[in-house]
C-alpha cells in the first residue's frame, strides 16, 4: 500500500471526524513527554493551542461545509502525530519531519526556528497528503474541496501569527541575532500554501498511476524537509 493510501477511509464509512478529544488527547499525550524548550514541543504546544480554541467551531457554523473543513484539518493533524509517533517508536518518520526531530535539542535554534519548521513540514507535506486523503474519504475532486483548503489554511496563518507573536525575540535580543530576522523573514506561509495546493492536484491527478503518485509524494516530502532543514539553521 503506498504511502498516500495509508489512511485513505472509503466514501460512506460513516459520518467525518471531527477535531474533537483523540486528536486532542494525542497532542496533549505527547506534550506531557517533552520538556518544554524542545524543539518538537515548541512546535506542539503551539499547534495545540490553536486546535483547542478553534475545536468547537469546526464541526458546526462559520464554514462552507463544516464537515469537510473539519475532516481536512483531522486529516492534516493526523499526519503530523503519526510522524512523531513513529519516531518516538523508532520508526521513520516523513523526509519532512526529520530536521525537527534531529535538530529539537539543538541549543543553537530558536524556539520560533522549531515552530516555523514544524509548520514548513505540516503544510508542505501533511496537508497536501490530507487534501487527497480527505477526496478519497468524501469522494470528490481538489477542486471541491477548494474553499476548505482555504479555511484551514487561514487557521495555519493564525497558527504562524501566533508564532511569531509568542517566539519571536524582541528587539534588543534581534540586534545581536540579526540572521534570526533574515531567516524567519525568507518563508512565506502564503508562497508554502500555495505550493501544498498545487502539489495536492496534482498528486490527484496521478492516482491512476500508483508508481508515479509514490515518487512525487516522496519528492514532495522531500522538497519540504529541505526547507524545514534551512529555517532550523542555528542563529546562535
Known sequence: MTQIEQSAVPAGTGAPPTYESPVIDRMRELRSRWPSGDGVAVFNDACLELVERVAPDLGRGGFDDPEATALLGVRCAERYLSAVETATAGGRPPECWRPLLQFRRHPG????????????????????LAVVDTCRTLGCAPPDLEGEFERVGDLLALLEERIHDDLMPGP?????????????????????????????????????????????????????????????????
Open 109 to 128: 535554534v530558536r524556539p520560533v526556528q522549531f515552530a516555523l519548521g514544524g509548520l514548513q513540514a505540516h503544510i508542505g507535506h501533511d496537508l497536501v
Open 172 to 236: 534588543d535580543l534581534l540586534e545581536i541575532a540579526d540572521p534570526l530576522t533574515h531567516l524567519v523573514s525568507s518563508w512565506s506561509l502564503e508562497r508554502a500554501r500555495e505550493a501544498a495546493w498545487s502539489a495536492a492536484r496534482v498528486l490527484w491527478r496521478l492516482r491512476g498511476f500508483p508508481s508515479l503518485a509514490e515518487e512525487f509524494a516522496q519528492r514532495t516530502d522531500a522538497g519540504a524537509g529541505l526547507v524545514a532543514r534551512f529555517l532550523l539553521t542555528p542563529c546562535r
